[in-house]
Structure formats: structure tokens, C-alpha cells
């Protein structure tokens, strides 16, 4: 079976024949591991000497989170973004941006669905903190906000963290949404976001959580298997217009959604990324926040890459049936 994504154009085969239940990975441990561990560079805190540090959240034990100058960037805050052209128009420009590591507690192993809320809320908030910060300086256009846990989904590093990278560019993929988006609108005459969370609500078939403020949904075209995007159920464009409110519910769900995706899956490697609007396109009536939670349960090979389209073994209406059943196990 091939769906294709409403705005994008790109298809997704579905070959549920393949494998009716992935197994996921478990290079995530928690309950074995220590809660500081001795050569962790996290754990060493925010005063350690070989560290640029931005900002501090603070509980009755010292330190709760903390914002640090990633050591290994790919990206340098000291470099020029203009652009240039060689003679035969090849657009180029130096590698300007920021690159920064949240450090999201001071256990070593304390992934977020074993987590308080609040902590959980404290980090979100974090995340608004910093782009807010980063959209002061007029070099930056896109900030990117996103999580890698467990070595498939490329952590280097087992203690919880987020990172952030602010860029003078939007990049290709983010564009190509956004412009779509627009293009929606113009037809349509409503966000396609705000429209999607209409359908499925009525559909009920690919729903997994519905609150008050948020929407959790396993996508029509998922690209991977149990991956499950959260929208805030009024239209917000970007994390720096998003109310405290709505950014606390969004913390909980995700947080709901990674007990369940636990539940089912057992130990998994996952990523969680925000797609939050380009700075231009913030207030845009077409722009719709978005949190994506990626389970990596499967490895792209030949023709995933030849094709560009991703080969997805569990249909998004059997992923959100299953994880409705877990969040019902969780609340008894």
C-alpha cells in the first residue's frame, strides 16, 4: 500500500506483511544505571571549568537543568552568513550558527517518561526560553529544537539532553512544508494543520490522545513506524508564541505518549523534534507547531534510499490502537 503526505507530495509504502510487530532495540537502560555517573561530562554540572553556560534552572538540591555551548558543533558563532555566488551562480555562505546542549536533569539515567511533570514542563519551557533568545539576533532565521535518545537514533551521549541549533538559512525540507502550507491556505483558506486535527478527531481512527489543549496523532503517511506528532489544538505557529498553558500540556502529552510508546515497545531508541515556524513566517495564519516523536525501530537501506520513500511495516491506524490501549493500561 503507498499513502502520500496531503502537503508535501512525498509517498510512504506500507508493508505491514513484513513485520506486524517491530522489535524495537533496548540500547536504552534505566533501572540498572547509576544516577551520576564518574566520567559523565553532564553530570559534572554547570560549573564545571570547561564550559560556556547560557542558563540555569535551580531546585532545592542545586541545579535541576542547565544551557551549554555544545563542545562539537557543526556550526561557528563567530563566522560571517553572507552569502556569495561563484561566477556561475553556486550560492554559498560561511558556516555561521549556534549550537547549544540542554542538559535536562542531573540523573544520569532518568528518561523523560520515568520524569515528574514538572521537570518535564521545566524543559519545554526551556525550549522557549532559548528560542525566544536566539530570534534576537538578527543573523538567526530557523531555530532547530530537537532530542536524540539511545545510539539509533545518534545520542553520543547516554545522559539526557536536548540540543539547539540556530541557523541563518531554513533548511530545504522546513521550506518545502512551509511552502506547501502557504499554498493550502491560499486553496483552502484555513491551516492545513487545523484542518488535519478536524478530520481526525471525526475519523477517530489514527487518534491517540486528545486533551483539552493538544492533539496526539499517528500520522496518515507516517514515515516510521509509531511515530506520533502532537499539536496544539489552537492554531500556533512557533514556540515563541505559545502560552505557558498550552507549552504544559504539550509536555504532558509527550510525556503520556512516551509511557505508552514504552509500553508497547518496551526499551526503544526514539528522537523528538519540533517543528516550530521560521522566524519570518511566525504569526503566519498557515504555520502550525508541531512535536514529532520518532521511534527508531528500523534502519533505511538501498531502496529507501533510491526512492525516497520510506517502507513503514505497522499501518498508523494499528500504532495509535495500540498505544490507546496502553494509555487506558496507564490510567487504571
Not at 542547565?66 to 557543526?74: D, E, G
Not at 521550506?175 to 471525526?202: M, V
Not at 515556524?277 to 534510499?305: N, S, V, Y
Amino acid at each position: 500500500m503507498y499513502r502520500q503526505h496531503r502537503l508535501t507530495k512525498k509517498w510512504v509504502t506500507f508493508a505491514p506483511h513484513r513485520n506486524q510487530r517491530p522489535q524495537a532495540i533496548a540500547s536504552v537502560k534505566h533501572e540498572d544505571e547509576c544516577e551520576v555517573a564518574v566520567n559523565c561530562p553532564f553530570c559534572a554540572g554547570p560549573d564545571a571549568p570547561d564550559r560556556q553556560v547560557f542558563q540555569v534552572n535551580s531546585g532545592k538540591d542545586g541545579w535541576s537543568q542547565y544551557v551549554l555551548a555544545n563542545k562539537f558543533p557543526s556550526v561557528q558563532s563567530d563566522l560571517d552568513p553572507k552569502r556569495s555566488k561563484d561566477k556561475w551562480g553556486k550560492l554559498a555562505a560561511d558556516g555561521f550558527g549556534k549550537s547549544e546542549v540542554i542538559v535536562e536533569t542531573r540523573e544520569h539515567s532518568s528518561p523523560i517518561h520515568l520524569r515528574p511533570a514538572n521537570q518535564v514542563r521545566m524543559l519545554f519551557r526551556l525550549y522557549k526560553d532559548r528560542v525566544i533568545e536566539h530570534f534576537k539576533d538578527n543573523r538567526v532565521t530557523q531555530v532547530i529544537v530537537f532530542k536524540n535518545c539511545g545510539k539509533n537514533a545518534g545520542a553520543s551521549q547516554p545522559h539526557p539532553h536536548s540540543q539547539i541549533y540556530a541557523l541563518p538559512i531554513v533548511p530545504g525540507n522546513i521550506r518545502l512544508e512551509t511552502d506547501c502550507a502557504r499554498r493550502y491556505y491560499d486553496d483552502e483558506g484555513i491551516c492545513s494543520s487545523c484542518d488535519l486535527i478536524a478530520e481526525e478527531l471525526e475519523a477517530d481512527q489514527r487518534l491517540v490522545l486528545l486533551t483539552a489543549r493538544v492533539a496526539a496523532i499517528c500520522p496518515y503517511a507516517s514515515e516510521n513506524p509509531y511515530e506520533v506528532h502532537l499539536l496544539p489544538r489552537s492554531h500556533v505557529t512557533s514556540l515563541t508564541l505559545i502560552s505557558d498553558q498550552e507549552l504544559d500540556a504539550m509536555a504532558d502529552a509527550a510525556r503520556e505518549i512516551l509511557v505508552a510508546l514504552n509500553e508497547t515497545l518496551g526499551g526503544f531508541d526514539y528522537n523528538i523534534v519540533w517543528d516550530s515556524a521560521p522566524k519570518d513566517d511566525c504569526g503566519a495564519p498557515f504555520f502550525h507547531l508541531r512535536l514529532r516523536i520518532i521511534p527508531r525501530l528500523a534502519t533505511p537501506a538501498g531502496f529507501e534510499i533510491a526512492s525516497q520513500m520510506s517502507v513503514n511495516p505497522v499501518l498508523p491506524e494499528i500504532a495509535a490502537e495500540q498505544l490507546k490501549k496502553a494509555l487506558k493500561k496507564g490510567s487504571r
